[in-house]
């Protein structure tokens, strides 16, 4: 009788089963290496793109740097002239145009390669406008001085001649004193304006009338405006005035105060008349007087007006 052979299934081994476990084992190993593959490429990207960005960074910041040196070198520059003409002023406004363009670039939040090149390229432009704003700076800088040594020179000769000429002014008192004086009283001298002569007849209605017509006037007006002054102070002024006929001779006028006074060039004029009147520093005078004489001949009179010293305004009028 036989015996009955039994195989036990779970200690055999077959062979299709090892290559099924096989396959399931490259499988796995595949997949894991594919997502190490794919972690290592995303950090890589990641590291890249983190690179760039401080790139871009670290080049705005350098440009600022460059952006800040500039307007301090711009801001120093200015300080150097106070009179500029009308082509300084536009170089003064493109040079802040183009600052501001560029600040505009590196504020951007989300700036570019391209915004950095862009920025590089105006910052260069503007270090050469730069150069070329300094030279011109320079050039004016010394003309400047030129022009200060001549004026000083000329100060000079004019406080010399000043000096000689007070010193044989008859009515000078104390040179020391009227020096002094003499300082306060040019910032305080009075100006003219609306400046004007007027020939006119008088009616035997009483009505007056312009002409040039010198056989027909009776008097000469003489109107002016005194200007605001708020270096000299509010008391009575005096103004000394000369006319002077076409034949060279001073006017002497019904009813006139005529005289001479002393200049502060140091010689003596004469006057026709004078006027006394209460100035006011703030808001000014207005002047009006008229002159009368028996005849007024053909030709130019010339009138000057006389104050601390100085002529401070002169006019003409010619009769027909």
């Known amino acids: 009788m036989k015996t009955k052979e039994y195989t036990n299934l779970e200690t055999k081994p077959t062979f299709s089963k090892n290559i099924i476990i096989l396959l399931l084992s490259i499988a796995l190993l595949g997949t ?9 490429s995303h950090e890589r990207e990641v590291g890249i793109g ?10 705005r910041e350098v440009l ?9 070198e711009y801001d120093t520059a200015k300080i150097a002239i106070v009179n500029k003409d009308a082509e300084m002023l536009e170089k003064d406004r493109l040079i802040f145009e183009k600052q501001k363009q560029i600040q505009n670039i590196l504020n951007n939040d989300e700036i570019s390669k391209e915004d950095i090149n862009k920025a590089k390229r105006l910052i260069s432009s503007l270090k050469t406008e730069l150069g070329e704003y300094r030279r011109q700076i320079e050039v004016l800088t010394q003309q400047n001085e030129r022009l200060k040594s001549k004026n000083e020179a000329l100060s000079e000769e004019n406080i010399l001649v000043s000096e000689k ?7 000078l008192v104390n040179v020391t004193n009227e020096k002094e004086v003499n300082r306060m009283n040019v910032n305080s001298t009075l100006a003219i304006s609306n400046y004007s002569l007027t020939g006119l007849k008088v009616k035997s209605s009483g009505k007056e009338v312009e002409t040039e017509k010198a056989s027909r006037i009776n008097k000469l007006r003489v109107a002016f405006e005194v200007d605001p002054n708020t270096n000299a102070i509010e008391e009575n002024k005096e103004l000394f005035i000369a006319i002077y006929k076409p034949d060279g001779e001073l006017g002497r006028f019904e009813g006139s105060n005529p005289g001479n006074i002393p200049l502060r060039s140091g010689k003596n004029v004469e006057y026709s008349d004078r006027v006394i009147f209460k100035f006011d520093p703030i808001k000014g005078n207005k002047i009006s007087f008229d002159w009368k004489d028996y005849s007024f001949p053909k030709g130019e009179y010339k ?10 305004a002169q006019n003409k009028i010619s009769l027909k």
Not at 50 to 56: F, G, P, R, W
Not at 165 to 171: L, M, T
Request: without cysteine; neutral net charge; proline residues 0%.
């Open 32 to 40: 894991f290496g594919y997502i190490l593959f794919e972690k290592k």
């Open 50 to 59: 983190a690179s760039i960005i401080d790139d871009l960074e670290r080049s």
């Open 64 to 72: 600022k740097q460059e952006l800040r040196i500039a307007r301090a």
């Open 165 to 171: 000429n007070k010193a044989i002014s008859e009515d």
């Open 303 to 312: 009138i000057d007006i006389y104050q601390n010293g100085f002529k401070i």
